[in-house]
């Protein structure tokens, strides 16, 4: 059966290996995270280790996740020092490189209506990177911090793996998927810890036996 792939262009290929990277590593780090704290019953484990510890580490992985998410959501250019025009790479980055192959071949992809759906669940990220993590927005102190819910972040990942999947489909006749294969470091640390708090707790009665008969 003949392939129906069409040649990748390299300015396209170069924008789209480069942000394909950025997605597979965030949804890598989101699956991490997941592991972790997805459960109150793994949160549970983790706190009666190193509560303190663990509760930073989380938030240090949730500020990361909503930079990145930030980051890939920001304009294709921005402002640089003395007016410079900085180009970013990000979603619309690679649109406009699709749009350059071939006008108007992202509206027949379908991606202005991936791009809708991944501002709508990016905004209230969007909005915590910029008045808090990024900067320390003093002027709206006042007003209300929209909460980042992790539907926010599932469908933020979903439409960047939506757009990447119809770009790969058109040019390369491959069904991508961005999600790694395996990693399962953080479901492994839960069971090492699951399984020390059930040993201590079965070896409790002997020690605190042994010093009552001494």
Not at 50 to 62: C, D, G, N, S
Not at 91 to 118: C, F, H, Y
Request: glycine fraction near 4%; charge should be negative.
């Amino acid at each position: 059966m003949e392939s129906s792939a069409r040649e990748f262009p390299p300015t396209l290929s170069t924008v789209y290996e480069a942000i394909e990277s950025d997605v597979i590593q965030l949804h890598f780090r989101y699956k991490l995270f997941k592991q972790l704290y997805a459960t109150q019953a793994t949160v549970d484990i983790l706190n009666v280790v190193a509560p303190a510890l663990f509760a930073e580490v989380r938030q240090i992985m949730l500020e990361n996740i909503m930079m990145v998410i930030s980051q890939l959501t920001d304009p294709p250019t921005s402002r640089g020092p003395k007016g410079a025009t900085l180009e970013n790479l990000t979603m619309r980055r690679l649109v406009e490189t699709i749009d350059a192959q071939e006008t108007g071949l992202a509206d027949r992809l379908g991606v202005p209506r991936l791009l809708e759906m991944l501002d709508g669940h990016a905004e209230p990220i969007r909005t915590v990177r910029n008045r808090m993590l990024a900067h320390n927005d003093w002027g709206r102190r006042t007003e209300p911090m929209p909460l980042v819910m992790k539907e926010h972040i599932d469908g933020t990942i979903e439409a960047m793996e939506r757009i990447l999947r119809v770009t790969s489909l058109y040019f390369r006749d491959i069904d991508i998927r961005c999600e790694p294969f395996s990693h399962s470091d953080g479901d492994a640390l839960i069971e090492i810890l699951r399984q020390w708090q059930e040993f201590s707790k079965e070896a409790e009665p002997y020690r605190w036996g042994s010093q009552d008969e001494g």
